[in-house]
């Protein structure tokens, strides 16, 4: 019997995944000091940051849609809300909420020193009490939150998030994992190993988005909701 042949977008790629992110991050330029400063802290302390390729692309995206009303899931020290705003128009504002009381406070100094607390509002709590008392409808959403909680949090997402508005979700491939057997996955990230998998299920089967599974960053999933 003949082989099939693949097609050419079915065939594995030739050049080495870490090559080329490293190639793709060398033509980011310089962002401001003050993110240059959080990235540099970011790298010595392990705190979890948005990667180059994701900030590139939430700027890109949010160049295009030019959204007034932003929700953020996960602030960590303020980084990705201020990569956010910066291209956001002048009456745009970010809603962004975490559950650590130290890295919020972090946050809001790093935000204080960039001059637009006005344009920021920071929350502290877990993310599936606050989304519970926030109001419709947001332009679009960054979850970038615990990973565990994604499947969760998206009954309330969608909620809040406005018709033809954006969901963007990080970190959705996990190093790679994602693709192993739960059984070769350590027994303590099976949890999330097996909520990943749902969410990324759960947004590409739901009427209501039209959904890309991107392999930028860690992976990230752009999901819009239909009118």
Do not use: C
Request: hydrophobic fraction near 40%; aromatic fraction near 6%; charged fraction near 30%.
């Amino acid at each position: 019997m003949m082989e099939r042949q693949l097609l050419p977008w079915e065939a594995a790629p030739d050049m080495d995944a870490e090559r080329l992110s490293v190639y793709l991050r060398s033509l980011e330029p310089d962002g401001p000091p003050l993110l240059q400063e959080m990235e540099q802290r970011a790298r010595k302390e392990y705190i979890p940051v948005i990667r180059p390729e994701t900030a590139a692309f939430l700027r890109t995206i949010l160049t295009v849609r030019k959204p007034r009303r932003v929700l953020e899931i996960g602030t960590a020290i303020g980084y990705s809300a201020l990569v956010m705003l910066s291209v956001l128009p002048p009456e745009g504002h970010i809603t962004t909420m975490e559950l650590s009381e130290e890295r919020l406070a972090d946050a809001r100094e790093y935000i204080r020193r960039a001059g637009v607390s006005d344009r920021i509002t920071l929350l502290q709590g877990d993310a599936g009490e606050i989304l519970q008392d926030l109001a419709p409808a947001f332009d679009f959403i960054f979850l970038d939150g615990p990973k565990g909680q994604y499947p969760l949090l998206l009954p309330d997402l969608l909620r809040l998030l406005a018709p033809e508005g954006i969901l963007v979700s990080d970190n959705v491939l996990q190093e790679g994992t994602l693709l192993e057997s739960r059984y070769a996955i350590p027994r303590r990230e099976r949890t999330i190993h097996a909520r990943m998998r749902e969410f990324l299920y759960e947004i590409k089967h739901r009427n209501e988005l039209e959904t890309a599974i991107l392999p930028v960053g860690d992976g990230v999933a752009v999901s819009v909701r239909k009118s």
